[in-house]
């Protein structure tokens, strides 16, 4: 099943369910967060019978709006840790990010006048559909609502100014995620993961190639915190970043983002200078 959120021409958005071309209202949820709340979406969500609209040429936000958490992991792919000089981690590196850095799958990526050091990280982004602490990792699938699409767009310049990442992670519109929540059912991780920057392609690797596996980071991450229904974890990004080529690129004004993971769906961000 493929969940996603909906503008609407009210100004409001609507979960829905996507079947082929189609996407169905799911009434009484403003967004694909709001459904995770209750335990029984996913029933909901098939037995959804609202009204309908063409996915062609949909305004989609961003699949989670507005999630409690969105929890980040560096140098979980041994090609990304390598061509960053970096040695395979005995744990995951933690960082977060925050709902306002959010936009949806067509949206515009804001390039802010304070960096041009603006890099791409397309990312595997696991969504939790049922609240645990201290999760095992034998059952920690059981609080995987599903997967989508996420780009971990990266200020460098602000990012390597301490050792701590935040503050180059998590700019405001700048951080695309969806276009939806693809339930676990339907996809395992492994398929190939893309980005590439107005056709080019720059990173290529499948999902499958983690140092820490979703289930993995669900049991660790739970051991910290309680995770909750729609907490998103994005699991890192593979080689072929900006920041490690050599010349050194970084997103343009006027580029094409284009993130890609097979089964899941494509972003297709423009990049646009902040006014």
Known sequence: ????????SAG?????RQDGGTLTEIDGFSDVGALLQDPAWAAIAEAANGGTHAYDGADLAAVVPSPGKIICVGHNYRNHIKEMGREIPEYPTLFAKYQESLIGPNDDLALPQESDTVDWEAELAVVIG?????ISEADAADHIAGYSVLNDIS??????RTVQW???KTWEKSTPFGPALV???EFTAGPLMTSAV????QQQTPTGDLVFTPEFLVSYISTIITLNPGDVIATGTPGGVGHAQDPKRYLQEGQLLVTTIEGLGQLNNRVVKEA
Not at 1 to 8: P, Y
Not at 12 to 16: C, E, I, L, Q
Not at 155 to 160: G, I, P
């Open 198 to 201: 107005d056709g080019e392609i």
């Open 1 to 8: 099943m493929r969940l996603l959120t909906l503008r609407t």
């Open 166 to 168: 935040l503050q180059g």
């Open 130 to 134: 049922k609240k645990g602490r201290r």
């Open 12 to 16: 409001t958005t609507t979960a829905v």
């Open 183 to 185: 339930t676990k059912d």
């Open 155 to 160: 200020m460098r310049d602000y990012q390597f």
